[in-house]
């Protein structure tokens, strides 16, 4: 078994998904591969990053069976892309458009103090 097979194994099982650390530790807990290198964690997220959908990898494989669907920890959450409860895509696009609701309300916040403010400068002026 390859690594990126025993990262899919795991994440087939999770499907909320799982750092590359949180992997890491399953694939050693169920005995799926032996590691030899020095930070096993790294060669995990190295090999999950040449498969993740979105992710520029100088050494990218053609085959995208993974996906970031969220954060942990300042981490990336990894699922694999057929895995249909885990949609960063979407939850990212619902928060933008929050971000551009947020954005309508202060502008029109702003406006309305500008607005009061150049109406109690009027009658400032307007008593002299």
């Excluded at 050494?59 to 409860?85: M, T, V």
């Excluded at 500008?114 to 400068?121: G, H, V």
Aim: proline share 2%; charged share 35%.
């Amino acid at each position: 078994m390859t690594i990126h097979e025993a990262v899919s194994v795991v994440l087939s099982e999770y499907k909320d998904g799982l750092t590359a650390e949180e992997i890491y530790n399953r694939i050693i807990e169920k005995g799926l591969y032996k590691f030899g290198a020095k930070n096993p964690v790294n060669i995990v997220h190295i090999e999950i990053s040449r498969r993740c959908k979105g992710v520029n990898y100088s050494n990218p494989s053609k085959e995208r069976i993974f996906k970031i669907c969220g954060q942990k920890n300042n981490k990336a959450i990894y699922c694999l892309i057929d895995n249909g409860s885990c949609d960063f895509e979407t939850s990212l696009d619902e928060k933008i458009e929050k971000l551009k609701k947020k954005i309508k309300l202060l502008e029109k916040e702003y406006i309305e103090a500008i607005y009061e403010l150049q109406s109690l400068e009027f009658e400032k002026n307007r008593k002299l």
